[in-house]
């Protein structure tokens, strides 16, 4: 097989390249290795090879920016935050792979309801008929509202 980058030279050397959602395999011969800072004479450790490939990434998702916010796309990795609307539409293909990831799905999910969210809705909804019913001096109403809420468990009324 020969070198994809200068088409001459025997590919010795392959890895695969992992951007955004494709994943595509180069094969390089020594020579272009070399040039790209893939191989080099001395001696790297693990760590220094993991830093040079993140720095590499880094680099690339900040050349993907809004045009309307100017955020990047490694600023949006690093605060998890957009910084508008047009964001969604720019980086769509790079939060698509992030929410397979993190949630072994194609879409967002979002979350579900807990248990005994009724139950919280009605003791607010009670508190609130409570505070009404003391501004209103309806002493009656309030200590019904109050024994509705003890029986419910709410021990400070």
Known sequence: MLCDNCKKNPATFFYKDVSGEQIKEVHLCEECARKKGIISDKKLSPHEILQKLLKSVEKE?????CPICLLTLSEFKKFGR???????????????????EVQNSEKHIGKKAKP????????????EELRRALEKEAYEDAAKIRDQ?????????
């Open 149 to 157: 809420l003890k029986t419910m468990g709410v021990e400070n009324v």
């Open 82 to 100: 957009f910084g508008c609307a047009n964001c969604l539409k720019v980086f769509e293909p790079y939060i698509k792979t992030l929410i397979r």
């Open 61 to 65: 998702d900040g050349q993907i920016v």
């Open 116 to 127: 005994g969210g009724r139950r919280i809705v009605e003791i607010f909804r009670l508190k």
